[in-house]
């Protein structure tokens, strides 16, 4: 089996334990995916999931709160965060929201492209977990839920 670039394919195995190998190979066979759409928009992954957390926030949020917000998300230093809050608004993706105080809003291009990368992960996103019961969804939704719990509380023990 290939995929529609001719890489090949392995078959999927159905019996797989859930293991962090596994994990990760799902999550960057996944994240490639939409590494993928993200560059034909001119974004990095982090940039993006800085967009989505303004788009979340409803358009507009603290800095302060979206840096601890993506910081915690991507397990990176707070200042890498913020070099990125500056790209996403020397690019005029994000502007400062005086209603904020100091704070970011999303601006009409920034909102736009966050919409359009998102419809189209959404499209991949709909074709991977094509077929894929609701109970087993609901599963591994739980089982990952708790590995990331987990994990977050050895960070926060040894940070």
Do not use: C, W
Not at 88 to 95: D, F, G, I, N, P
Request: glycine share 8%.
């Amino acid at each position: 089996m290939t995929t529609s670039t001719g890489t090949p394919v392995s078959a999927p195995t159905t019996t797989a334990a859930v293991n962090g190998r596994v994990v990760a190979l799902a999550h960057n066979a996944a994240r490639a995916l939409l590494e993928g759409v993200l560059e034909r928009h001119g974004l990095t992954f982090r940039q993006s999931v800085t967009l989505r957390v303004v788009a979340v926030a409803g358009g507009s949020i603290a800095t302060d709160a979206l840096v601890r917000d993506v910081t915690g998300s991507l397990k990176v230093d707070e200042s890498v965060v913020r070099g990125v809050v500056e790209e996403l608004t020397a690019a005029r993706l994000l502007a400062a929201d005086p209603a904020e105080g100091a704070g970011l809003r999303l601006t009409d291009a920034g909102r736009e492209l966050h919409e359009r990368t998102t419809a189209e992960s959404a499209e991949i996103t709909a074709r991977l977990y094509a077929g894929v019961p609701a109970e087993d969804l609901a599963v591994a939704g739980r089982v990952l839920a708790l590995v990331t719990e987990r994990a977050n509380a050895e960070l926060a023990a040894n940070g």
